[in-house]
T-cell receptor, first 115, second 115 residues
Framework: ETGVTQSPTHLIKTRGQQVTLRCSSQSGHNTVSWYQQALGQGPQFIFQYYREEENGRGNFPPRFSGLQFPNYSSELNVNALELDDSALYLC??????????????FGPGTRLTVL | GNSVTQMEGPVTLSEEAFLTINCTYTATGYPSLFWYVQYPGEGLQLLLKATKADDKGSNKGFEATYRKETTSFHLEKGSVQVSDSAVYFCALSNAGGTSYGKLTFGQGTILTVHP
């Protein structure tokens, strides 16, 4: 069974640029959630996709957007990067419809640095 | 809204000491509760979970009991090892309204175990 994978591992961008992060969900999982983890903090929910539709969104501006593909892999896009966007971006996959008992399995994350 | 509060860290213990990391939560309804562990430079790994009151989650010698009356989910281990050194996150998942199964995390507790 293949776990959750993310690419790239590390990324350095400058303020104002755009970035795309990628995630492959665990085999058999149809739901992908994205989280932002600032240094020394707990992860914060960005949004969730279920069967290619956005299933919920946290308190993040519209310049954070996403996609889920028919194979359930996903992308996180961030436009007009700001210095505060520097963080570890975590993708998690699960099987279900976003119910409270679903267990989310995390990938290793993408470390984004904005200069 | 939902929130999770963990005990302040960091926690430093000697090998074979007893570990407790406190976690309390605020949520409506009946959330599921989780402990995740993050080793340096890695993503989050699920340690254990409990989905209803009085459930006990356990894994690798760690245990936590879902106490609805005290809204708590404290993590315990009888004898820690150096390899347990990591950051531990308490989290909850709720459903209904705008919660749609997203994870709400505490701020994390750094555990360091010395030989």
């Amino acid at each position: 069974e293949t776990g959750v994978t993310q690419s790239p591992t590390h990324l350095i961008k400058t303020r104002g640029q755009q970035v795309t992060l990628r995630c492959s969900s665990q085999s058999g999982h149809n739901t992908v959630s994205w989280y932002q983890q600032a240094l020394g903090q707990g992860p914060q929910f960005i949004f969730q996709y279920y069967r290619e539709e956005e299933n919920g969104r946290g308190n993040f501006p519209p310049r954070f957007s996403g996609l889920q593909f028919p194979n359930y892999s996903s992308e996180l896009n961030v436009n007009a990067l700001e210095l505060d966007d520097s963080a570890l971006y975590l993708c998690a996959s699960s099987l279900g419809t976003g119910g409270r008992t679903d267990t989310q399995y995390f990938g290793p994350g993408t470390r984004l640095t904005v200069l | 809204g939902n929130s999770v509060t963990q005990m302040e860290g960091p926690v430093t213990l000697s090998e074979e000491a007893f570990l407790t990391i406190n976690c309390t939560y605020t949520a409506t309804g009946y959330p599921s509760l989780f402990w995740y562990v993050q080793y340096p430079g890695e993503g989050l790994q699920l340690l254990l979970k409990a989905t209803k009151a009085d459930d006990k989650g356990s894994n690798k010698g760690f245990e936590a009991t879902y106490r609805k009356e005290t809204t708590s989910f404290h993590l315990e281990k009888g004898s820690v090892q150096v390899s347990d050194s990591a950051v531990y996150f308490c989290a909850l998942s709720n459903a209904g309204g705008t919660s749609y199964g997203k994870l709400t995390f505490g701020q994390g507790t750094i555990l360091t175990v010395h030989p």
